[in-house]
């Protein structure tokens, strides 16, 4: 069974900085993308950023560029979100999503079967 697993969410002040970690186990995908999605209240979920297995490819969303990254440690089997310079914008619960999923392809929510409980990060101003 795959499961994924959130954490470093939390409040912190606009400007300031948070860590997610997505810990993953019980797949066994060759290729697999590792993508962060969010969900504002309201919102529709978006995608955020991505890193591809097989050759560490990473995708992010235009509004954080710059800002986030996106790393993987393959022998924790743990994706990370470095998120800084946050922003009131950036409120939202945050998910980590796993499967076999090109990453031309990485914001489609709906090719990701596995999913993470979600982390809330909230940027207040």
């Known amino acids: 069974e795959v499961q994924l697993v959130e954490s470093g969410g939390g409040l912190v002040q606009a400007g300031g900085s948070l860590r997610l970690s997505c810990a993953a186990s019980g797949f066994t995908f060759d290729n697999y993308a590792v993508a962060w999605f969010r969900q504002a209240p309201g919102k529709e979920r978006e995608g955020v950023s991505c890193i591809i297995s097989t050759d560490g490819s990473t995708y992010y969303a235009d509004s954080v560029k710059g800002r986030f990254t996106i790393s993987s440690d393959n022998a924790k089997n743990t994706v990370y979100l470095q998120m800084n310079s946050l922003k009131p914008e950036d409120t939202a619960v945050y998910y980590c999503?796993?499967?076999?999923?090109?990453?031309?392809?990485?914001?489609?929510?709906?090719?990701?079967?596995?999913w993470g409980q979600g982390t809330q990060v909230t940027v207040s101003s």
């Open positions: 999503a796993l499967d076999n999923v090109h990453g031309s392809s990485w914001f489609h929510d709906i090719l990701y079967d596995y």
